[in-house]
């Protein structure tokens, strides 16, 4: 029972929490700017397309929840081009100005100063307002996916980043195979100049088994080379490419994470959460000099000074053969984070923005790769709605709170920057309604509503095709295939 409670918790309530949120705070956008020009809004569905379900009206405004679990919308009065997709039947400007005069008429007398004004209505209102309407959504989605960044650096403070120095590199891994030594400096990577470690971690986490070149200063001496980054599922079927080369992090705390049962790490009393501070006397400055220190004393018994719940202790463990025919102590790190510096205003907005737009530029590589044929799309990590369900659960499952807020941050992002793509139906289409209306006006011509409907209709199959394609190819990376 509780197996089932924590799956449906992960899988069910995580992912519908995600997507509402960042779904909601999107039409919120396209709401509050409706609100701010004085357009009446009809109707604001925070769950579901189509006919009404339940709801309840406050002010002119009804909130609803809706029969078709697909997102959610704002229906603004007088905008009648998306009336299908919300259960009603499309009418023109002119029929909609019409019936709404005649049913007024027909509440009797003093019904007139019921009807509408012009001014509350979306379809009467100049271009650049209905504009501004259409990039409040995706607007509102870049706010909190750059506040969530934001907000987690003035709390906590900003990541140190390294500097591009090699401190380990793994035996037989690609960065070894590719002449990488411990102490080069990587001075170019993929065109990049002066790179910080996380613009090499992003370009080869982008380009796994791709061959990139880069440079490295050695003795003062600049040496071409060319590596490519071993491909590596890191998270919830997503694949990146690593290059099986560490920075030199400087002085990190080294953590215990899980202890094996039946080992000696367990017998000696190790817990997990347990702060590592030295072995035989040598203190530890981070996870991979403590299992060299391990692999140096494994010998004889071996004395640990550790630190848990903020009080040092010592305690004695000794190495030994285990079943799977190795010699250790039998325990593994906790993840290790790099160390955090506090933050100012200005230092935690700039790494919200750099983030982000670390992030974008993934994205738009990744894409440009699928177009020009260079990656097939399922392999590029493009996912639906299953994979936002399977990351949304394994993030916060892994990270807890950070694990939410950070995804929570990524799809807000995706959402916003997809919204703004120039499909009907999408806030990017109806911009692109918006201007090939204005062209026409040029000629005295306008779109009517029937087209609009169509466009609309049609920008509706392309979203449905592009969901299924999507959810097809997290269905293939979920089992593997």
Known sequence: MESILSTAFYYVLIPLLVLGIAINIHEFGHFIIAKMFGMRVEAFSFFGLGPRVWGFKVGHTDYRISAIPLGAYVKLYGDEATAPLEGGNEKDLETFLDERNIGAAEEGKGAASHVVPDSELYELRPRWQKFLVMVGGPFMNLVLAVSIPFAGAMIYGTPAVPAPVIASVKADGVAEKADIRVGDRIVLFNGIENPTWQNIKVQAGINPERELPLTVERKGERIPLVITPRKEEIFAGQNAGV??????????????????????????????????????????RDSKQASELVQKYKAAPMQIQIEREGKPTTITAAVRKLEDGTERLGFGFA????????????????????????????????????????????????????????????????????????????ISLSLGVFNLLPIPMLDGGQIMVLAIDKVLSWFGKTLSMAAKERIQLTGLAIVLLLVVTVSFFDISRFFGK
């Open 243 to 284: 290059l099986d080369a560490e920075p030199d992090m400087g002085v990190m705390p080294v953590a215990v994470g899980a202890v094996q049962p039946g080992t000696p790490a367990e017998e000696a009393g190790l817990r997990t959460g347990d702060r590592l501070l030295s072995i035989n006397g040598e203190s530890i």
């Open 335 to 410: 993840r290790a984070d790099l160390p955090l510096e506090p933050a100012t205003i200005s230092s935690a907005f700039t790494f919200a923005i750099g983030s982000n737009w670390e992030n974008l530029k993934a994205i738009g590589s990744i894409l440009g790769q699928v177009f020009s044929g260079n990656r097939s799309v399922k392999d590029s990590g493009i996912g639906g709605p299953i994979g936002i369900v399977r990351q949304s659960a394994e993030a916060t499952q892994l990270l807890g709170f950070e694990g939410f807020f950070l995804i929570l941050a990524g």
